[in-house]
């Protein structure tokens, strides 16, 4: 009998195990990259058209641009200038000795002055009397005139008023944006929010004439539009000061 020492062994050694601890987990770091995607080059090449194009039609645009409002408040500030420190300048030279013969000699066939035909002759415009009526009512709000002693009384103006409220509005009910009035004088008008501006003009006045008048009346709804709002507003002379620039719109005069 063999012995015990004679087996092949039919165990094998065990395995060595480590028992040294594993570091916990780490995630694995994310480098930010802090360059920016673009830059201020990139943002001028890419905005400036977009930009330029917007200015172009802002300032440019046939209509509600900002030269219909630039331009004829560049236009009142230059005729009141002119108006409060040179009021005697004249841009024309006198009409010749032939042409005051010829027009003083219409000027008595017909009844009417020199000055009057001169003004014609010369295609003069100029506007004498601006009006403020309410939209709603035609009620008068303020009023400026070109006389002295108009300018001065409410009631010197009544009369006017009412016969302009009455030829405001053709036969369908609407604002009439012109009208003809005697002695050479047209009637414009133009209606606000709140009122209509109501201009007698003495000649043929132009687009030009029309646009400063649009700007006196926005000028005005923007400035007393606090005002308009509440019944009963005293703006009679408040408003006067406004109304006097429309009187300074006219044609450069024309030398006698």
């Known amino acids: 009998m063999p012995l015990p020492s004679e087996f092949p062994l039919a165990i094998e050694a065990a395995p060595v195990v480590d028992f040294t601890p594993v570091p916990a987990f780490q995630p694995a770091r994310i480098v930010e990259d802090t360059r920016p995607d673009f830059t201020d080059d990139d943002l001028r090449e890419a905005f400036g058209p977009i930009i330029e194009q917007a200015v172009r039609g802002a300032v440019y645009a046939k209509e509600n641009g900002i030269d219909t409002y630039l331009e004829p408040m560049l236009r009142a500030t230059i005729r009141r200038a002119l108006a409060e420190y040179s009021p005697g300048s004249r841009p024309f030279h006198a009409p010749a000795a032939f ?46 005139s ?36 005697p002695d050479e004088r047209n009637a414009i008008s133009l209606a606000g929010r709140f009122v209509i501006l109501l201009a007698v003009v003495h ?14 009346l926005r000028r005005i709804e923007d400035h007393f539009r606090e ?24 044609a450069p005069a024309s030398a006698a």
């Open 99 to 144: 042409d005051r013969f010829v027009w003083h000699l219409q000027a008595l066939f017909t009844s009417r002055t020199y000055e009057d035909i001169l003004f014609e002759k010369t295609r003069r415009f100029q506007v004498e009397e601006v009006f403020l009526v309410d939209a709603a009512s035609l009620a008068l709000v303020s009023f400026a």
């Open 146 to 181: 070109c006389d002295p002693a108009r300018h001065a009384s409410a009631k010197r103006v009544s009369s006017t008023v009412q016969r302009l409220a009455m030829q405001l509005r053709d036969e369908g009910g609407k604002i009439r944006s012109s009208f003809e009035l």
């Open 203 to 216: 000649g043929r006045p132009g687009e030009l004439v029309l646009s400063d008048l649009e700007f006196a």
């Open 227 to 250: 005002q308009f709002q509440k019944d009963g507003s005293p703006l009679l002379y408040p408003l006067q000061p406004f109304l006097e620039d429309c009187l300074l719109i006219q």
